[in-house]
């Protein structure tokens, strides 16, 4: 189900303009970065996605049907927003029931609210914690509950905002393995992100935005090596991409395994100057 931002203008109410003609199309089973300097205007792009605010010109429209003629509560079921803060979404005195909060008022069954609890716990490392009080675990944990509690809402679009904050290296593997098997079932991925090398390793697209406006669109690899938009949008290259451009190399993608392989071929390029 392709997700489409038609120009989208949003100005909030004291007349400060975040968001200026962006357009974006969203299609099933895209892993997409959206990255810039804070106050570029990402996660007001995000609240549009979720009905939270709405265009003050241009539209949203999910499969070509347009966001305005949708409920808050309908839109829910179209696009699940994580916030950075988790303990800005954790509402319940149980593991189990916060992660069947979303399904259950999204209306599922009793069957299919208890299947997708099991299977989203179990794809953040919670199966066990079940019974457990959220605000007894430690952040990052809470962190993982809020992804769970999202992943669990079934939506064709997933808009994670900063999802790797507080999460340690194992942790951050298991929400690239989430991601992983997400893509997989045709659900896309929003990920607003300053963590680079993660983008790097785990999103194809990256969408950039600079003073509410849209400059860049396109692959990760030709993000990471455009100094002068990285510079601009208030970026730096992912670990990989630095070293990649010591030794002259331009690897099909900037990941470990991709630099290694590059680097025992000695597939060298002209460099980034």
């Known amino acids: 189900m392709p997700t489409e ?8 109410p004291d007349g400060t303009e975040a968001l200026r003609d962006v357009s974006l199309s969203i299609e099933a089973g895209e892993r997409i970065a959206l990255v810039g300097r804070n106050g570029s205007g990402k996660s007001t792009l995000a609240r549009h996605l979720n009905g939270l605010l709405r265009p003050s010109s241009g539209e949203v429209l999910f499969d070509g049907e347009p966001a305005a003629d949708l409920s808050v509560a309908e839109l829910a079921g179209k696009a699940a927003l994580l916030f950075q803060n988790p303990d800005d979404q954790i509402c319940k005195g149980r593991v189990a029931d916060e992660v069947a909060f979303g ?27 079940e019974e457990a009080n959220p605000y007894d675990l430690g952040l990052s944990e809470r962190k993982r509950l809020a992804l769970a509690s ?10 994670l905002d900063e999802p790797t904050a507080g999460l340690d290296a194992f942790e951050a593997g298991l929400l690239a393995s989430a991601l992983d098997g997400l893509s997989g079932q045709g ?31 396109g692959p990760v690899t030709e993000l990471f090596t455009r100094d002068d938009l990285l510079a601009s949008c208030g970026l730096l290259p992912c670990q990989v991409a630095r070293l990649s451009a010591c030794f002259k190399l331009r690897p099909d993608r900037f990941t470990p395994g991709a630099f290694l392989a590059s680097l025992r071929s000695g597939r060298a390029g002209t460099g980034r100057g």
């Open 103 to 129: 399904p259950r008022n999204l209306g599922f069954s009793p069957a299919r609210t208890a299947k997708l609890v099991a299977e989203s716990l179990a794809l953040f490392g919670l199966d066990g914690r």
């Open 187 to 217: 659900r896309a991925v929003l990920l607003i992100s300053h963590d680079m090398d993660f983008v790097a390793e785990n999103c194809e697209r990256a969408v950039s935005l600079e003073s509410g406006r849209l400059r860049f669109d």
């Open 5 to 12: 931002l038609r120009g989208v203008t949003f100005a909030y």
């Open 150 to 159: 999202v992943a669990a809402m079934d939506t064709p679009l997933l808009v």
